[in-house]
C-alpha cells in the first residue's frame, strides 16, 4: 500500500504513472477524487510518489502568484476544459491617489466574462469629498471601513442625507445626483458596484467639470451671478478633494429645509446588522434585494459567511450572473458548466470571483479563520437553487437511476435548502 502526502489510500495501491494519467475506471477516479484535497502541495506530492513528472514546470514561475492560486497551478483532477476567466484582483490594477483619497476599478476590461457588472474600491480620508456627480449606471455600495455621510436628490427636488458605517449599504439610481464624504476618526473605504460590464469610474458626470465647460455669460444667466462669483468656479475636475469634516447630521439635515424637503425613499440599508436570512453551523448569509432593500431595484446581494472547514452548498442561480467580491479570509470555487467543463480557482481578500448565469458551483472556506465575501447579481431578486434540495424532492428511484444511490444514501442527502454545510 502507498504512502503519501495525504494518507493512505487502498484505492491508490498499484497505480503506475501510466494508467493514473490514463484512468478510464470510475472506481479508480472517485477514489482518487476522494483522497486528493484542495491543496496543491498534497496533489504534488500525491503525482511525485505514482512518477508523474508531468506536472513540473523546469522553467521560469512567479511563485508568489502561485502561492497565492494554487488550484489554477496544479488543477484538481475533476477540472476539464475552459470556462473563461472566473477570477481577477483589485490588487493587480492601476490606483488613482488623488489628495483625499484614492480609487481603482475591476471592469468588464479586466474580467471579460462579466458583462452585467464591475466594481470601484474607492478610500477617502476624513473630511475629503468624492465630489457632486452622477452616473449612467445604478449604483450599489457597501462600507468596509469607517464612515461616511451620503447625499442624494429625487427628480422631485427632495434630499436624503444619511451617515453610514462599516456593513452598511447605498443606492443611488442612474441619473440620481449624489455625493460621499468621510467622516471622522479616519475616512472610509468602500466597495462600488454597477449594473454596466463595461462601466468606467472615469465616466461620470462632475459638477466641476460641467461649470469648467459652460461659457460664463450661460453660468451668469442660470445661476444669477455676477463675473466676480464665477471667476472662482473650478477650471477643472475635482474628482476627489480635501475638504473639513461637517457638522452634525441632523444640522445638515436642518440646513437645507428640513422635513419640508426629507426624500420619502431610503437609499441606505444596514446590511451587516441585520439578522442572518439563514445560518447554520457552516455558517450564515445575508440577503438584501427589492423585498427588504426597496431602492435596489436592479442589484441584489448575498453576504457570505462560511466557517473554517465549510462550504457554500453545490447550486446555481437562473436569474443573473454572480459578480463576487471577497472580504476576508481564503476559499476556492469550481464552476461547473455544460460539455462537462470545470474550473478551479483560489480566492483572497481583494479578490474578485465571477460565475456565468445559471452555472453550477461551490465555494469552500480553506482557511482557519472565517471566509467572508459578497455574491452580487444584476437582479431585483436574490434567487438560487440547491443540488442536495433538488435531489431530495425527487422520487427516489429517479435518483437511484440517475446517480446510482441507494434509498439509504439518498435520506442521508439534506433535504433542505442550507445553503452553508458545516465541516
Known amino acids: 500500500m502507498m504512502n503519501n502526502a495525504i494518507g493512505e489510500s487502498p484505492i491508490l495501491e498499484g497505480v503506475t504513472r501510466r494508467n493514473f494519467l490514463g484512468v478510464g475506471s470510475a472506481a479508480l477516479a472517485l477514489g482518487a477524487i476522494a483522497g486528493l484535497t484542495a491543496h496543491a502541495q498534497e496533489r504534488e506530492d500525491t503525482r511525485k510518489a505514482l512518477g508523474d513528472h508531468s506536472f513540473s ?42 489628495e483625499g483619497g484614492w480609487t481603482h476599478q475591476v471592469t468588464q476590461r479586466e474580467l471579460p466574462s462579466s458583462t452585467d457588472l464591475s466594481g470601484v474600491n474607492m478610500r477617502l480620508t476624513a473630511g475629503s469629498y468624492r465630489e457632486l456627480h452622477w452616473h449612467t449606471a445604478d449604483e450599489w455600495a457597501i462600507m468596509l471601513y469607517g464612515n461616511a455621510r451620503i447625499t442624494v436628490m429625487n427628480p422631485d427636488g427632495t434630499m436624503f442625507i444619511d451617515d453610514i458605517s462599516k456593513g452598511d449599504l447605498w443606492y443611488f439610481p442612474a441619473g440620481f445626483p449624489h455625493s460621499i464624504q468621510g467622516l471622522g476618526p479616519d475616512g472610509c473605504e468602500f466597495l462600488l458596484v454597477f449594473d454596466e460590464g463595461m462601466f468606467s469610474e472615469d465616466n461620470t458626470f462632475l459638477i466641476s467639470e460641467w461649470v469648467a465647460h459652460t461659457p460664463d455669460p450661460v453660468l451668469s444667466q442660470n445661476f444669477n451671478l455676477d463675473s466676480g462669483a464665477l471667476a472662482k468656479l473650478p477650471k477643472e475636475e475635482l474628482y476627489i478633494f480635501p475638504g473639513t469634516i461637517p457638522p452634525s447630521l441632523a444640522q445638515d439635515r436642518a440646513a437645507i429645509g428640513g422635513r419640508s424637503v426629507e426624500s420619502p425613499y431610503r437609499y441606505t440599508f444596514h446590511l451587516e446588522s441585520m439578522a442572518p436570512t439563514k445560518k447554520t453551523a457552516g455558517g450564515e448569509v445575508r440577503v438584501a434585494d427589492s423585498t427588504n432593500f426597496t431602492a435596489s431595484k436592479n442589484i441584489a446581494v448575498g453576504l457570505v459567511t462560511i466557517k473554517p472547514g465549510g462550504l457554500r452548498e453545490l447550486h446555481w442561480h437562473p436569474n443573473a450572473s ?31 470571483g465571477f460565475v456565468p448565469k445559471m452555472a453550477g458551483h461551490y465555494v469552500q472556506n480553506l482557511g482557519d479563520t472565517d471566509l467572508v ?51
Open 57 to 98: 514546470n523546469p522553467g521560469q514561475e512567479n511563485k508568489v502568484l502561485l502561492g497565492e492560486n494554487p488550484n489554477s497551478n496544479i488543477p484538481p483532477p475533476t477540472d476539464r476544459g475552459d470556462i473563461g476567466p472566473i477570477w481577477y484582483s483589485f490588487d493587480l490594477v492601476h490606483k488613482r491617489i488623488e
Open 322 to 352: 454572480e459578480w463576487q467580491f471577497y472580504m476576508a479570509g481564503k476559499g476556492r470555487m469550481s464552476v461547473f458548466m455544460p460539455d462537462g467543463r470545470a474550473r478551479t480557482m483560489d480566492f483572497n481578500a481583494n479578490d474578485v
Open 373 to 423: 465575501f459578497l455574491e452580487m447579481f444584476k437582479a431585483d431578486r436574490f434567487m438560487d437553487f440547491s443540488l442536495n434540495n433538488w435531489i431530495r424532492r425527487l422520487p427516489p428511484e429517479m435518483v437511484t437511476a440517475h446517480l446510482k444511490l441507494d434509498a439509504a444514501a439518498i435520506r442521508r442527502i439534506p433535504s433542505e435548502k442550507l445553503d452553508l454545510i458545516g465541516s
